[in-house]
């Protein structure tokens, strides 16, 4: 079976946000290596924020199980994702504006491992300007999902 990782990413991002309706899914042949979810990592003020940590990795996971992409067994030669959004904080302290970016990582722990010299791929995303915390909690999820089906599209640029 073939799969088109821009389709589950809108249909999560339908299920998440409430909206109904069918994506009509074209054939494509996905050649990322199947993974598993090692981490993610939620900035403090992103979970104040009232980003939900627990279902950001539901998401991801559903995402990566309707791909096909993940894997249970996190031994082996096994590369695994590692998730992480972040405010990055002023130098000098004080107040900082709601700005930050999502950052993907496959096969940091093959290089940890000494079986790797490179990450199997990596990817970012920095958040939408928004003027309040809350809008950008509200946009976190989708930015993560966003990553993700980067990491899902085929290495050589194909649908």
């Known amino acids: 079976m073939h799969f088109r990782p821009h389709v589950a990413l809108l249909s999560t991002l339908s299920l998440i946000l409430g909206v109904h309706g069918s994506v009509a899914a074209a054939q494509t042949t996905v050649r990322r290596p199947p993974i598993f979810v090692r981490e993610i990592r939620i900035d403090s003020m992103l979970l104040a ?64 491992a000494g079986e790797a010299s490179r990450l199997v791929w990596e990817g970012n995303i920095d958040f939408r300007e928004v003027p309040t915390w809350r809008e950008l909690a509200r946009g976190t999820l989708a930015d993560i999902l966003v990553v993700v089906n980067k990491y899902l599209m085929p290495p050589n640029g194909g649908a």
């Open 49 to 112: 924020s009232g980003v939900d940590s627990a279902r950001v990795r539901a998401a991801v996971l559903g995402v990566l199980r309707d791909a096909r992409r993940l894997v249970t067994d996190s031994g082996g030669n096994v590369p695994a994702m590692d998730i992480e959004a972040v405010v990055p904080r002023p130098a000098g302290g004080g107040v900082f504006e709601p700005r930050g970016f999502v950052r993907v990582e496959v096969g940091r722990n093959l290089m940890e």
